[in-house]
């Protein structure tokens, strides 16, 4: 099990971009996935997308123009950043990591972060 | 994407009875590849049950799933206090990884 802690602004401007970074203890960043989801108060969860040690990434197709998913191994942290805010951004957003086990059909989000609440305004 | 819809919104329910919550797919979930979460309000969701009926580690034996194709449930036989939460059932058959509305198990 490891620890996840999400960090960044709470408050940003409207049009104006978010960056949110996850920092990972406990254990390696490799070999596993880490993903961003989000949850408007009192409302449902929506995957954002997900980055593997690698780099590679895979976005939800309806914030995919706007959303970048990065890693960064050396400080055993990924970020998040989402371009042109707008209301529909506020959220708490979770980090998380995305265990999978391809041949065993092993796909989950086990190890969560609390959460940041983030407001959009002027 | 698959969407999924979770019946019912609400499940009132008082401690000890069984609850039975429902997780339909618009389309098959390749692999059954259906993951369930409880959230309770202030936390980060818990993973319960991945690959339609394997629990997690820690999570009582009372938590079980089945279902295949676009059919699942989740089934929390003799319900204790600290299992009134929402639930959210997620598809990992092919991204998105959408997730269900949630069902919120509520004190009767």
């Known amino acids: 099990q490891v620890q996840l802690q999400e960090s960044g602004p709470g408050l940003v401007r409207p049009s104006g971009t978010l960056s949110l970074t996850c920092s990972v203890s406990?254990?390696?960043?490799?070999?596993?996935?880490w993903t961003w989801v989000r949850q408007p108060a009192g409302k449902g969860l929506e995957w954002i997308g997900h980055v593997d040690y690698a780099g590679t990434t895979n976005y939800n197709p309806s914030l995919e123009s706007r959303v970048s998913i990065s890693i960064d191994s050396s400080k055993n942290q990924f970020s998040l950043t989402v371009r042109s805010v707008t209301a529909a951004d506020v959220a708490i957003y979770y980090c998380?990591?995305?265990?999978?086990?391809?041949?065993?059909?092993?796909?989950?989000?086990?190890?969560w972060g609390q959460g940041i609440l983030v407001a959009v305004s002027s | 994407e698959i969407v999924l819809t979770q019946s019912p919104g609400t499940l009132s329910l008082s401690p000890g009875e069984r609850a039975s919550l429902s997780c339909r797919a618009s389309?098959?979930?390749?692999?059954?590849?259906l993951t369930w979460y409880q959230q309770k309000v202030g936390q980060p969701p818990r993973l319960l049950i991945y690959?339609?009926?394997s629990r997690a580690t820690d999570v009582p034996e009372r938590f079980s799933g089945r279902g295949s194709g676009t059919q699942f449930t989740l089934t929390i036989d003799r319900l204790e206090p600290e299992d009134f939460a929402v639930y959210y059932c997620q598809q990992f058959g092919s991204p998105p990884f959408t997730f269900g509305g949630g069902t919120k198990v509520e004190i009767k």
């Open positions: 998380a990591r995305f265990f999978s086990v391809d041949f065993r059909g092993w796909y989950y989000f086990d190890d």
């Open positions: 389309e098959m979930v390749r692999g059954n590849y």
């Open positions: 406990g254990g390696s960043l490799s070999p596993y996935s």
């Open positions: 690959a339609t009926s």
